[in-house]
């Protein structure tokens, strides 16, 4: 993607994000009391008109952003602490430890389970089993991006143990906890945080693609994918701006996300300078995002 | 003059964009004749490679010929059109870079790729690949039908650089540009192409050869230039340039570059009589006084699944010991297995069997606190600087950590050490806040070093520790581990494949070959007289800037073996131009000699006539 395209998407991103959180003082129209006005098209009163219940989609659109933003922000930071445990597991040998070994290898077997089970499969189980709500949501989308982050980092780690660093701390004396913690850890998270930037627009995509199946967050609660699946019953009969606009601006936003993240990650990364080694490993997660993407289009 | 092949006179090359412009090359002037080898020297960044690239017409993008002319082979290469130049490339100027790997297409095979760089030249489809046979076996590749069915990647290091120039030559060209093509490579190994590119020129070939090793120009070239800055300094006959250089900067170059007095000359097989027991660990050495021993030490490294296992000899049986306050150097090609010993004395890797005695106790199952007083004791540095320190840690915190590990925390102490280290390592304290990247990398290499030497060791040990850095740099960080070594009593093991290197510094000399040790003597003793034949031939491989017009010679044949399927008998013998039968068959013990141990049925001992065994 070309740098033009990039600094738009920046551009666009901040703007919504500025908009998700000014959100209810700039909207119109309280996003959960109906008005009177009910299934009017797009006017200067509502500009993207009102649903069936005499909401305005405008509101409820801004709204429905926040609700995403907060699901996917909270599943990025989960997935990353999770993440960064199983990664750290999985990639550092601390030393050639024989237990850590072998629970390094119990991960990676179970991380690739976790990436064999479709997504949204999961998240109807999960929504079965814990109910409708935010932690079911947040948990479903965590575990989507837990085996991304372990990954990144396992790789990262892989390639630091091989590289000098860690083969100077050890001849130095350090013990493995300091070695990994002062010096390992930081010098290769700042890969795995960069591309929590990416994730964070699949995420979103995830936490409406789940409402719109109805796994998602109980109905009242405004969101993006509850709003598009609603509204879509009202197309054929000419109401097309009911779900269009939040699916308009859904689109919109995770296109912005993505390569907003992108070039925060490419500037991240190319502040530490160095990190030739952690390049294979982004590039397998920006596959991975991808993927999740296209499995859920 | 019809006979000059390729001129370049007043040229500039301006780099970067917009209003930042630097000049890369400022009006560098330089001829190349027909039969005659052009030596361009000069240090990292002084313009050598974008006066190449200009001349082919190759410059990278953002940078610029603004000035001045380039006539190959009788055409202004500055004003030809883009096509033009383009049928020029191949037969008339072509290019060998450093790392051949990165200039072959890895997904072809070598005669492939040489037969479509004919092809494009319009050479007919059987005329390619019957000249594509021909060229291979010209650059000496044994068996060039199967070379040619190759890729790129199963080639050794110096095959790889020979197909490559292979390559080059596969269009006749009249003019060839070698930028540092023997640089990767080991002495022995370099010393062939070395003479490759010599009998190229002696048939008429123009080469303009890059390089910074005085040595190497020393031994190869007819007339040297040396650049500075993007600006040419000096330039005429190698044995001016070198010889006597006028200019300050040549001199300070010739200063830095190491030169070895010259070996004596041996010949004559003398068969030297094994005394069983007489065998190392060296019996002359007084067992207290012994930091290390090894007895009978390998390391084998295997990989791949049950069914298709291989396995890296790359220690087999290595005996020898360490003397206290001695510095010893651990020499030989690459491969032989010179950083898996550092490995394993700095136990940051076990053996595979035998011991690995400090002080006489194993370091194999050593309690968690004998570990601990170890790591005190015994101290790494490693070939790379840049990544070995914390990016994130400037020079006082890396060093503060060190000596914190150690129990050293003590405000006043701490500070007290900091001085101590920075004369030690001649490091300034004023340089202490900077983080690594803010230094050069001799600077980096001594923060290093200054690590190391935090806990007060009693065993340095150094991986290649200067082989990254510039050669004018390299003499001054090796004055530092000399320093060490005498005066501070410390024990120093320095791995290193330059025997010109550390000849200053070293006492005595282990050398390895494919996993074992071939000769283990003092270091006086071995430079003036080299007994095992393959010590020779590293010696002999040396580069020498007092050699003029004298090449390395070739005592070892082809490359190093293959770790993963070690020859049987003695290692060497495939190499050995001394081998005979007995070689072959029975591995030569290690025994024993007045100076030294040493492992040969035929070792050299009376000064004769030295076998040539040509280019290979
Ligand atoms: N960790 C490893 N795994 C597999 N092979 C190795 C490993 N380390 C070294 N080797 C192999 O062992 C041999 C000796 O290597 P090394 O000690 O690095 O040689 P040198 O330092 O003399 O160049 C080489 O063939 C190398 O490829
Ligand atoms: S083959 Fe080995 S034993 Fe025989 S002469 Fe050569 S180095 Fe000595
Ligand atoms: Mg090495």
Same mark, same amino acid.
Not at chain 2, 182 to 191: H, S
């Given at each position: 993607?070309?740098?033009?395209?990039?600094?738009?998407?920046?551009?666009?991103?901040?703007?919504?994000?500025?908009?998700?959180? @000014?959100?209810?003082?700039?909207?119109? !129209?309280?996003?959960?009391?109906?008005?009177?006005?009910?299934?009017?098209?797009?006017?200067?009163?509502?500009?993207?008109?009102?649903?069936?219940?005499?909401?305005?989609?405008?509101?409820?659109?801004?709204?429905?952003?926040?609700?995403?933003?907060?699901?996917?922000?909270?599943?990025?930071?989960?997935?990353?602490?999770?993440?960064?445990?199983?990664?750290?597991?999985?990639?550092?040998?601390?030393?050639?430890?024989?237990?850590?070994?072998?629970?390094?290898?119990?991960?990676?077997?179970?991380?690739?389970?976790?990436?064999?089970? =479709?997504?949204?499969?999961?998240?109807?189980?999960?929504?079965?089993?814990?109910?409708?709500?935010?932690?079911?949501?947040?948990?479903?989308?965590?575990?989507?991006?837990?085996?991304?982050?372990?990954?990144?980092?396992? $790789?990262?780690?892989?390639?630091?143990?091989?590289?000098?660093?860690?083969?100077?701390?050890?001849?130095?004396?350090?013990?493995?906890?300091?070695?990994?913690?002062?010096? *390992?850890?930081?010098?290769?998270?700042?890969?795995?945080?960069?591309?929590?930037?990416?994730?964070?627009? %699949?995420?979103?995509?995830?936490?409406? @693609?789940?409402?719109?199946?109805?796994?998602?967050?109980?109905?009242?609660?405004?969101?993006?994918?509850?709003?598009? $699946?609603?509204?879509?019953?009202?197309?054929?009969? %000419?109401?097309?701006?009911?779900?269009?606009?939040?699916?308009?601006?859904?689109?919109?936003?995770?296109?912005? &996300?993505?390569?907003?993240?992108?070039?925060?990650?490419?500037?991240?990364?190319?502040?530490?300078?160095?990190?030739?080694?952690?390049?294979?490993?982004?590039?397998?997660?920006?596959?991975?995002?991808?993927?999740?993407?296209?499995?859920?289009? | 003059?019809?006979?000059?092949?390729?001129?370049?006179?007043?040229?500039?090359?301006?780099?970067?964009?917009?209003?930042?412009?630097?000049?890369?090359?400022?009006?560098?002037?330089?001829?190349?004749?027909?039969?005659?080898?052009?030596?361009?020297?000069?240090?990292?960044?002084?313009?050598?490679?974008?006066?190449?690239?200009?001349?082919?017409?190759?410059?990278?993008?953002?940078?610029?010929?603004?000035?001045?002319?380039?006539?190959?082979?009788?055409?202004?290469?500055?004003?030809?059109?883009?096509?033009?130049?383009?049928?020029?490339?191949?037969?008339?100027?072509?290019?060998?870079?450093?790392?051949?790997?990165?200039?072959? +297409?890895?997904?072809?095979?070598? %005669?492939?790729?040489?037969?479509?760089?004919?092809?494009?030249?319009?050479?007919?489809?059987?005329?390619?690949?019957?000249?594509?046979?021909?060229?291979?076996?010209?650059?000496?590749?044994?068996? /060039?039908?199967?070379?040619?069915?190759?890729?790129?990647?199963?080639?050794?290091?110096? #095959?790889?650089?020979? @197909?490559?120039?292979?390559? @080059?030559?596969?269009?006749?060209?009249?003019?060839?540009?070698?930028?540092?093509?023997?640089?990767?490579?080991?002495?022995?190994?370099?010393?062939?192409?070395?003479?490759?590119?010599?009998?190229?020129?002696?048939?008429?070939?123009?080469?303009?050869?890059?390089?910074?090793?005085?040595?190497?120009?020393?031994?190869?070239?007819?007339?040297?230039?040396? #650049?500075?800055?993007?600006?040419?300094?000096?330039?005429?006959?190698?044995?001016?340039?070198?010889?006597?250089?006028?200019?300050?900067?040549?001199?300070?170059?010739?200063?830095?570059?190491?030169?070895?007095?010259?070996?004596?000359?041996?010949?004559?097989?003398?068969?030297?009589?094994?005394?069983?027991?007489?065998?190392?660990?060296?019996?002359?050495?007084?067992?207290?006084?012994?930091? !290390?021993?090894?007895?009978?030490?390998?390391?084998?490294?295997?990989?791949?699944?049950?069914?298709?296992?291989?396995?890296?000899?790359?220690?087999?049986?290595?005996?020898?010991?360490?003397?206290?306050?001695?510095?010893?150097?651990?020499?030989?090609?690459?491969?032989?297995?010179?950083?898996?010993?550092?490995?394993?004395?700095?136990?940051?890797?076990?053996?595979?069997?035998?011991? *690995?005695?400090?002080?006489?106790?194993?370091?194999?199952?050593?309690?968690?606190?004998?570990?601990?007083?170890?790591?005190?004791?015994?101290? &790494?540095?490693?070939?790379?600087?840049?990544?070995?320190?914390?990016?994130?840690?400037?020079?006082?915190?890396?060093?503060?950590?060190?000596?914190?590990?150690?129990?050293?925390?003590?405000?006043?102490?701490?500070?007290?050490?900091?001085?101590?280290?920075?004369?030690?390592?001649?490091?300034?304290?004023?340089?202490?806040?900077?983080?690594?990247?803010?230094?050069?990398?001799?600077?980096?290499?001594?923060?290093?070093?200054?690590?190391?030497?935090?806990?007060?060791?009693?065993?340095?040990?150094?991986?290649?520790?200067?082989?990254?850095?510039?050669?004018?740099?390299?003499?001054?960080?090796?004055?530092? &581990?000399?320093?060490?070594?005498?005066?501070?009593?410390?024990?120093?093991?320095?791995?290193?494949?330059?025997?010109?290197?550390?000849?200053?510094?070293?006492?005595?000399?282990?050398?390895? !070959?494919?996993?074992?040790?071939?000769?283990?003597?003092?270091?006086?003793?071995?430079?003036?007289?080299?007994?095992?034949? !393959?010590?020779?031939?590293?010696?002999?491989?040396?580069?020498?800037?007092?050699?003029?017009?004298?090449?390395?010679?070739?005592?070892?044949?082809?490359?190093?073996?293959? /770790?993963?399927?070690?020859?049987? %008998?003695?290692?060497?013998?495939?190499?050995? =131009?001394?081998?005979?039968?007995?070689?072959?068959?029975?591995?030569?013990?290690?025994?024993?000699?007045?100076?030294?141990?040493?492992?040969? +049925?035929?070792?050299?001992?009376?000064?004769?006539?030295?076998?040539?065994?040509?280019?290979?």
């Amino acid at each position: 993607m070309n740098k033009v395209g990039r600094r738009l998407a920046m551009l666009v991103g901040g703007l919504s994000l500025l908009l998700a959180v @000014a959100g209810p003082w700039i909207t119109p !129209y309280d996003p959960e009391r109906p008005t009177a006005d009910v299934l009017m098209s797009p006017s200067a009163s509502h500009p993207m008109g009102t649903d069936a219940s005499g909401l305005d989609v405008f509101s409820v659109t801004v709204a429905a952003y926040r609700t995403d933003l907060l699901i996917a922000l909270a599943a990025v930071v989960l997935s990353l602490v999770v993440g960064i445990v199983l990664g750290v597991l999985a990639g550092y040998s601390f030393g050639g430890s024989r237990a850590f070994g072998i629970l390094g290898k119990a991960v990676d077997r179970l991380l690739d389970l976790v990436q064999s089970i =479709p997504v949204v499969i999961l998240g109807l189980a999960l929504v079965a089993t814990f109910g409708r709500g935010m932690p079911s949501v947040i948990a479903a989308v965590a575990f989507v991006n837990v085996p991304v982050f372990a990954r990144l980092l396992r $790789s990262s780690l892989k390639s630091a143990e091989r590289g000098g660093l860690v083969q100077a701390c050890r001849s130095v004396g350090l013990s493995e906890r300091a070695t990994l913690l002062r010096h *390992v850890l930081p010098n290769s998270l700042d890969s795995t945080l960069a591309n929590a930037s990416v994730a964070l627009g %699949g995420a979103i995509l995830l936490t409406a @693609a789940l409402s719109f199946l109805g796994a998602g967050v109980r109905p009242p609660t405004p969101e993006w994918g509850a709003l598009i $699946s609603g509204g879509a019953n009202y197309v054929p009969t %000419g109401q097309w701006w009911i779900s269009v606009f939040p699916g308009l601006v859904l689109s919109l936003t995770v296109v912005c &996300f993505a390569l907003a993240g992108e070039s925060v990650r490419d500037r991240l990364s190319g502040a530490s300078g160095r990190k030739r080694s952690a390049d294979a490993g982004q590039t397998d997660a920006a596959q991975t995002d991808t993927d999740t993407v296209m499995r859920l289009a | 003059m019809s006979s000059m092949r390729l001129q370049v006179r007043d040229l500039v090359v301006e780099a970067g964009r917009g209003g930042e412009r630097t000049q890369a090359v400022r009006g560098a002037c330089l001829s190349v004749a027909e039969g005659q080898v052009v030596g361009l020297v000069g240090e990292s960044g002084s313009g050598k490679t974008m006066t190449s690239l200009a001349c082919l017409g190759l410059l990278p993008p953002g940078v610029e010929v603004v000035g001045g002319e380039i006539t190959v082979d009788g055409h202004a290469m500055l004003t030809l059109p883009e096509r033009d130049r383009r049928a020029l490339r191949g037969p008339s100027i072509a290019m060998v870079f450093q790392d051949p790997l990165s200039s072959f +297409h890895p997904g072809l095979s070598v %005669g492939t790729q040489i037969v479509h760089s004919l092809r494009d030249h319009g050479v007919g489809r059987a005329e390619a690949k019957a000249r594509c046979i021909e060229v291979l076996g010209e650059v000496g590749l044994p068996k /060039p039908e199967a070379q040619a069915r190759r890729f790129p990647h199963q080639l050794s290091g110096g #095959m790889r650089q020979r @197909a490559m120039i292979a390559l @080059a030559l596969a269009n006749r060209p009249r003019i060839l540009i070698a930028d540092e093509p023997t640089t990767a490579l080991d002495p022995t190994v370099q010393a062939g192409i070395l003479r490759l590119l010599r009998r190229l020129a002696d048939d008429g070939l123009g080469v303009l050869f890059i390089s910074h090793n005085l040595g190497v120009v020393a031994g190869l070239c007819d007339e040297v230039t040396v #650049m500075r800055n993007g600006e040419v300094v000096e330039s005429g006959p190698t044995a001016r340039i070198i010889g006597d250089p006028q200019h300050p900067y040549t001199q300070t170059l010739l200063a830095a570059a190491p030169s070895l007095p010259d070996p004596v000359e041996v010949g004559d097989p003398i068969v030297v009589r094994e005394e069983p027991g007489a065998a190392a660990p060296d019996s002359r050495v007084d067992r207290d006084a012994a930091v !290390y021993t090894l007895a009978d030490v390998s390391r084998h490294f295997v990989s791949g699944s049950r069914g298709r296992k291989t396995t890296v000899h790359a220690l087999d049986g290595v005996s020898l010991s360490i003397t206290k306050g001695s510095s010893t150097g651990i020499v030989g090609e690459s491969g032989s297995g010179k950083s898996t010993l550092a490995r394993l004395l700095g136990a940051l890797d076990a053996p595979s069997s035998g011991q *690995v005695l400090f002080h006489g106790q194993d370091l194999t199952g050593m309690s968690k606190q004998d570990m601990r007083a170890f790591r005190r004791k015994v101290q &790494f540095v490693f070939q790379d600087p840049t990544s070995s320190l914390d990016p994130r840690y400037t020079v006082e915190d890396t060093l503060r950590e060190a000596l914190h590990t150690h129990g050293v925390t003590d405000p006043a102490q701490v500070a007290r050490r900091f001085t101590e280290l920075s004369e030690q390592v001649r490091l300034p304290k004023s340089l202490f806040g900077r983080y690594p990247r803010e230094l050069s990398g001799g600077q980096r290499q001594r923060v290093a070093i200054a690590r190391a030497l935090a806990p007060r060791p009693e065993v340095l040990i150094a991986d290649e520790p200067v082989s990254s850095l510039d050669v004018s740099i390299q003499a001054q960080v090796m004055d530092v &581990f000399r320093d060490l070594s005498e005066n501070d009593g410390l024990t120093l093991v320095m791995v290193s494949h330059d025997l010109a290197l550390i000849r200053d510094v070293c006492d005595s000399l282990v050398t390895l !070959y494919n996993g074992t040790v071939m000769e283990s003597s003092q270091a006086a003793a071995y430079y003036e007289q080299p007994m095992h034949p !393959y010590s020779s031939a590293l010696l002999h491989s040396m580069p020498n800037p007092r050699h003029i017009g004298r090449l390395p010679e070739v005592l070892a044949l082809g490359e190093p073996a293959d /770790p993963t399927s070690p020859p049987p %008998g003695c290692r060497f013998h495939p190499r050995c =131009p001394r081998a005979q039968d007995l070689c072959r068959e029975q591995r030569p013990a290690l025994t024993a000699m007045p100076d030294r141990v040493l492992a040969c +049925h035929f070792p050299l001992t009376v000064p004769a006539v030295t076998a040539e065994v040509g280019e290979r």
